[in-house]
T-cell receptor
Framework: DAGVTQSPTHLIKTRGQQVTLRCSPKSGHDTVSWYQQALGQGPQFIFQYYEEEERQRGNFPDRFSGHQFPNYSSELNVNALLLGDSALYLC??????????????FGPGTRLTVL | GQQLNQSPQSMFIQEGEDVSMNCTSSSIFNTWLWYKQEPGEGPVLLIALYKAGELTSNGRLTAQFGITRKDSFLNISASIPSDVGIYFCAGQPITGNQFYFGTGTSLTVIP
């Protein structure tokens, strides 16, 4: 049973570019949450998707957007990249939007570097 | 957003020693979680706490939900080399569904 998978593992972009990160949830999970983890910091909640809609959002600008597909996989898009967007982007999946945190599983993350 | 202060920032201990770390918030939380993150991996949930005063164990790990509901503690007994990693607390305030993470405690165990 595959856990949460994310692609790509590493990515290098330049300022102003756009990036798309992908996440496949653990089998049986239908909710995906995205987090940004800057170096030396804890993860910060970006947003959560359930039933193909954004259900909750953290304190991130509109440059950060997402999508959830019918198969529950999800994309995180970041436009007009800034140097400060360099971070590890984590995806977490769970069953249902109001989940028991015993059942939230994190993927290995995508390391984004903005030059 | 909410600020979670986690201490100590880093720890270097001898194998076999006990470890204590804590997390404090400026507001009341109704859930506390403790995660461990190893290099190249996402955080893994260790212990979840749901009510004030709750004391929960997971093997050599024990965590407590502070009675003020503004803090939580994690203890690791008889540390071993595989305990190495970064330990994060995360909490959910009484208003809202979002979880906030602390800045982490980096643990190094010297064999």
């Amino acid at each position: 049973d595959a856990g949460v998978t994310q692609s790509p593992t590493h990515l290098i972009k330049t300022r102003g570019q756009q990036v798309t990160l992908r996440c496949s949830p653990k089998s049986g999970h239908d909710t995906v949450s995205w987090y940004q983890q800057a170096l030396g910091q804890g993860p910060q909640f970006i947003f959560q998707y359930y039933e193909e809609e954004e259900r909750q959002r953290g304190n991130f600008p509109d440059r950060f957007s997402g999508h959830q597909f019918p198969n529950y996989s999800s994309e995180l898009n970041v436009n007009a990249l800034l140097l400060g967007d360099s971070a590890l982007y984590l995806c977490a999946s769970s069953s249902g939007p109001y989940y028991s945190y015993n059942e939230q599983f994190f993927g290995p993350g995508t390391r984004l570097t903005v030059l | 957003g909410q600020q979670l202060n986690q201490s100590p920032q880093s720890m270097f201990i001898q194998e076999g020693e006990d470890v204590s770390m804590n997390c404090t918030s400026s507001s009341i939380f109704n859930t506390w979680l403790w995660y461990k993150q190893e290099p190249g991996e996402g955080p893994v949930l260790l212990i979840a706490l749901y009510k004030a005063g709750e004391l929960t164990s997971n093997g050599r790990l024990t965590a407590q939900f502070g009675i003020t509901r503004k803090d939580s503690f994690l203890n690791i007994s008889a540390s071993i080399p595989s305990d190495v990693g970064i330990y994060f607390c995360a909490g959910q305030p009484i208003t809202g569904n979002q979880f906030y993470f602390g800045t982490g405690t980096s643990l190094t165990v010297i064999p």
